[in-house]
C-alpha cells in the first residue's frame, strides 16, 4: 500500500504560524486530503488539493507538489482550539485503496 | 441535519461472539467506507462501497465483513471477533468515492 509520513507532534504559540509536512508516494493518489480530529472524535475534512500549488481557506492553507510526493497544512495565526491531530490521506480516483497518514498531534500553547 | 450516524457508540463483548455495527447516512451519498484507529498505527481502511451492492477490501479487511443493501446503510459485520479487533471504529460517507469523507461519531469496541 501507499505510505504517508507526518511528523509525530508539533507545538507552536497561539497566534503564531506552524506548518505541518506530510510526505508520500507519488503513484495512486487522485490528490491529497487534510483532515483534523479532536481527541475523542471523529476527523472533519479540511482542505483537498488535486492540482499543484497552494489552496488557501482562511487561516487554514494547503499545498501539492504531485511530482514531489509532497504536501503541506499551514495554520496562520493559531488559537487554541487548533490543538488537535492533522492528518493527510489520499486515494485512487474512485476512493479505492484510501490511505491515512499517522497523523500530527499539534499543541498550542498560551 | 445532514450526518453519519453509527451504533452502538460502545460495546464490550466477547471472543467468538458476532456482533454488528450499522452505519446510516441521510446524505444520498454514494461511497462508503469502514475505518479502524488504533493508537500508532493512524486510521486503516477495513472496506469501502462505491455504490450498492458494490463493496470492495481495504488494507485489512480479515475477519470483517460488510454489506450494501441499501444507499444509506452500510453494516460491518464480525462473525468471530477476537481481542485484536479491539479498536475505535469510524464508518464515513461521500457524495461519490474520491470527494472529501464526512465521518459517524464512532464505535469504542472491546472484545475480551
Known amino acids: 500500500g501507499q505510505n504517508i509520513d507526518q511528523p509525530t507532534e508539533m507545538t507552536a504559540t497561539e497566534g503564531a504560524i506552524v506548518q505541518i509536512n506530510c510526505t508520500y508516494q507519488?503513484?495512486?493518489?487522485?490528490?491529497l486530503f487534510w483532515y483534523q480530529q479532536h481527541a475523542g472524535e471523529a476527523p472533519t475534512f479540511l482542505s483537498y488539493?488535486?492540482?499543484?500549488g497552494l489552496e488557501e481557506k482562511g487561516r487554514f492553507s494547503s499545498f501539492l507538489s504531485r511530482s514531489k510526493g509532497y504536501s503541506y497544512l499551514l495554520l496562520k495565526e493559531l488559537q487554541m482550539k487548533d490543538s488537535a491531530s492533522y492528518l493527510c490521506?489520499?486515494?485512487?480516483?474512485?476512493?479505492?485503496?484510501?490511505?491515512f497518514g499517522p497523523g500530527t498531534r499539534l499543541s498550542v500553547l498560551p | 441535519e445532514a450526518q453519519v450516524t453509527q451504533n452502538p457508540r460502545y460495546l464490550i463483548t466477547v471472543t467468538g461472539k458476532k456482533l454488528t455495527v450499522t452505519c446510516s447516512q441521510n446524505?444520498?451519498?454514494?461511497?462508503m467506507s469502514w475505518y479502524r484507529q488504533d493508537p500508532g498505527l493512524g486510521l486503516r481502511q477495513i472496506y469501502y462501497s462505491m455504490n450498492v451492492e458494490v463493496t470492495d477490501k481495504g488494507d485489512v479487511p480479515e475477519g470483517y465483513k460488510v454489506s450494501r443493501k441499501e444507499k444509506r446503510n452500510f453494516p460491518l459485520i464480525l462473525e468471530s471477533p477476537s481481542p485484536n479487533q479491539t479498536s475505535l471504529y469510524f464508518c464515513a460517507s461521500s457524495h461519490r468515492g474520491g470527494d472529501e469523507q464526512y465521518f459517524g461519531p464512532g464505535t469504542r469496541l472491546t472484545v475480551t
Open positions: 507519488t503513484s495512486g493518489f487522485n490528490g
Open positions: 446524505m444520498n451519498h454514494e461511497y
Open positions: 488539493n488535486v492540482l499543484d
Open positions: 490521506a489520499g486515494g485512487g480516483d474512485y476512493g479505492q485503496n484510501f490511505v
